[in-house]
């Protein structure tokens, strides 16, 4: 033990160590505290304190050579571990390995950097060697060897340690070209955050914008976060601005300031494995998970902001000063301001211009898009539903390639170093003929129910209570009716005259005329690949329905048990009665058709006339109906009657989670639990 304390005190020219590998959660507590208390900057690694206490052994500007983990490289959280090491021992070369440095270790778990810490000062030139792509030793080695052999300015780059410090938070992004840009004017100059709105109760104040009622003062625009969209989208959402709301974030601290409100922004979603960069209208809201930078001057160019921010250079920069999925304000605003920019102004806000338009539009092809103006294939004169399927499919491909198009020249204007190669082009779903079709079917539902009209855009009953004599104010002479009783059947067979098959071949001949009428018929079921309507909408419209409006649907649906029986109603035209509406007039109806169907079955069955097939159908249908009626009775008395005397009422404003349970087993069972949650 001695003599391990005297070697430990000593100091040397040269210190070669692997220090063990071991994050502060892992640590006991004595090991944590002491850590702490010596090396309050690394505490959260071992291995990076050792950095420390290895430079302590050596003498000054004394040879360090370690194997670590590569974070304390990049991560904010050592920010100054960086700082002390490069003014102590600042690096002289070092080998930047990433992942698959050991064999030993399968897959990407350990990204590590082996490095000789002893530069003559931190302005000196030290050698960088980038070999994260070979994900084997001997990859690494090869590359680094031919580093070593030739010019390779892909792999070897010489940095002075000091020049990190112009970056925000100083990490050593060597490969970064370029790094005298960092000492010109940043982006917090000219933009600034805007704070963020913070619920403290998403499920209380955040609804979908399709669950309430359309126009509602209560509830606001709300840009929260959302898949990747670059340009444009992910406005899906609204949060509740009544006056005892708001007071309620503003008590917890939650409340941006009333100067961050009716600004047009650039936003972008918190978590994500690279930054989309979008237009936030005046008239959002924003939250936590939307970070949103504000221009201090309100003539700032917008556009050509969000198209530098959006270029190669900009996600390159950004990748390098923060390697993790947490995409921060601060390193947004810590961007500098490339000459570009003033140069080529004009020119990168056309091409952000083009690109904004382009995801508009194809993020308008999409039914829960809030400016939804209807589905694609009905903006023109069509006679044939494919001839309109085919031009929406190439609209949306020729407005993908405008996007793609904008980008790549954006990356011409703002070249990166080739060390970071962003996704590219539009990455929602590009539509084809089954979605397309999937989505005329559902805007042919909005029509049945009046939330839309075959005679103008966008939406027309969508506020609670809606009733074909408020559809009859706007839309005064209709080419298409709504149902009268927001009741729509949908069973095997023909049984009812209304039901929604029946209402689907009256739209397409109201939408697309009479003459090609067969065609277009088989057109879909061939593009829906069914067999035929029925089977479409008895097997897949409600849960298709179900997915697009994210389990948060606008069409209810009425369901026996086994689903013998459904029917689909239209939530905003919901009132106290549709339950009775269901019962008396299609379940009752429909169980009164089936008994006096059975008499006839069972005569065949039973009296032997007609062939053994007949006879053996005869048996199975009346089999069937005797089950269907057992099952439905039930449903009647156990479920629909006693909900139909309850006369329920729904409150759009809380939502379809909530609503949606009022109703028990009578409604198709959508994977919603008591309680506000998914499953």
């Known amino acids: 033990m001695l003599e391990q304390a005297a070697y430990l005190s000593r100091r040397y020219l040269v210190v070669v160590a692997n220090p063990p590998y071991m994050g502060q959660a892992t640590m006991g507590n004595r090991l944590s505290e002491y850590v702490t208390r010596h090396y309050k900057e690394a505490k959260a690694d071992l291995g990076i304190a050792f950095v420390y206490r290895n430079i302590m052994l050596a003498v000054g500007r004394g040879l360090v050579g370690m194997i670590t983990l590569q974070s304390w490289m990049f991560l904010a959280s050592f920010t100054a571990v960086r700082t002390r090491v490069t003014n102590l021992n600042p690096p002289l070369h070092l080998l930047h390995l990433g992942t698959g440095a050991f064999d030993s270790i399968g897959g990407a778990v350990v990204s590590t950097a082996a490095y000789v810490l002893g530069g003559k000062s931190p302005d000196a030139l030290a050698d960088f060697f980038r070999l994260t792509d070979p994900q084997s030793e001997a990859g690494k080695a090869a590359l680094f060897k031919r580093a070593l052999a030739k010019d390779a300015r892909d792999v070897h780059f010489r940095v002075a340690p000091n020049s990190f410090t112009d970056l925000s938070g100083a ?36 609804r979908y914008w399709w669950e309430v009622s359309r126009g509602s003062e209560r509830w606001l625009p709300l840009v929260k976060g959302g898949e990747f969209r670059r340009w444009f989208g992910n406005r899906d959402f609204v949060v509740d601005w009544s006056p005892a709301s708001v007071a309620e974030y503003d008590s917890h601290g939650g409340l941006y300031p009333t100067s961050s409100r009716g600004q047009r922004g650039i936003t972008w979603t918190m978590i994500s494995g690279e930054p989309s960069f979008r237009v936030k209208a005046a008239s ?3 939250d936590s998970a939307s970070p949103t930078i504000l221009p201090r001057n309100p003539n700032e160019d917008l556009l050509a902001v969000l198209g530098y921010l959006n270029s190669g250079a900009a996600l390159e920069i950004l990748a390098a000063i923060n390697p993790t999925i947490n995409n921060r304000v601060t390193d947004v605003l810590e961007l500098p301001i490339p000459d570009a920019l003033d140069l080529r102004r004009e020119d990168v806000h056309a091409l952000a211009d083009r690109a904004v338009t382009a995801s508009r539009t194809l993020d308008g092809f999409n039914e829960t898009a809030p400016d939804v103006a209807g589905p694609p294939v009905l903006r023109g004169q069509w006679s044939k539903v494919s001839d309109a399927v085919a031009w929406s499919v190439a609209t949306a491909a020729e407005a993908a390639a405008e996007i793609l198009d904008a980008e790549h020249e954006l990356d011409g204007i703002f070249p990166s170093g080739g060390h970071f190669v962003p996704r590219r082009g539009w990455h929602g779903a590009l539509p084809d003929t089954n979605s397309r079709v999937s989505d005329l079917v559902s805007f042919a539902v909005g029509c049945i129910f009046g939330r839309y009209s075959l005679d103008r855009t966008g939406l027309v009953l969508a506020t609670q209570g809606g009733t074909v004599e408020g559809y009859l104010t706007q839309v005064p002479t209709p080419s298409f009716m709504p149902d009268k009783d927001n009741v729509i059947p949908i069973v095997e067979g023909d049984w009812f005259e209304d039901d929604i098959v029946a209402k689907f071949r009256q739209f397409l001949r109201a939408a ?33 329905h179900v997915q697009r409006y994210k389990k948060r649907p606008i069409y209810w649906l009425f369901s026996s048990p086994k689903g013998s029986f459904n029917a689909l109603v239209y939530l905003h035209r919901y009132n106290a009665s549709t339950v009775s509406t269901v019962l008396n007039d299609y379940l009752r109806e429909y169980i009164a058709k089936l008994e006096a169907a059975l008499p006839q079955y069972e005569i065949v069955a039973t009296s032997g ?15 069937g109906i005797r089950k269907k009626l057992v099952e439905l009775k039930n449903y009647e008395r156990d479920v629909l009657h006693p909900l139909a005397q309850a006369q329920i009422s729904i409150d759009l404003d809380d939502g379809v989670l909530v609503n949606y349970q009022k109703f028990g087993s009578a409604l198709k069972d959508i994977g919603l639990k008591k309680g506000g949650a998914d499953d």
């Open 512 to 544: 697309f005329g009479e003459q090609h009428f067969a065609e277009n018929v088989k057109f879909v079921t061939d593009s829906l690949g069914v067999k035929d309507l029925r089977d479409y909408f008895t097997r897949s419209f409600y849960k298709d």
């Open 171 to 206: 990490p050593m992004a060597y490969w970064l070209s370029d790094l005298e840009r960092f000492k010109k004017p940043h982006l917090v100059s000219k933009w600034r955050s805007g704070g963020r709105l913070k619920t403290h109760d998403t499920s209380r104040y955040v």
């Open 284 to 286: 959002d809201e924003f």
């Open 609 to 623: 006339r007609g062939s053994v097939r007949e006879v053996a159908a005869a048996q199975r249908e009346a089999e």
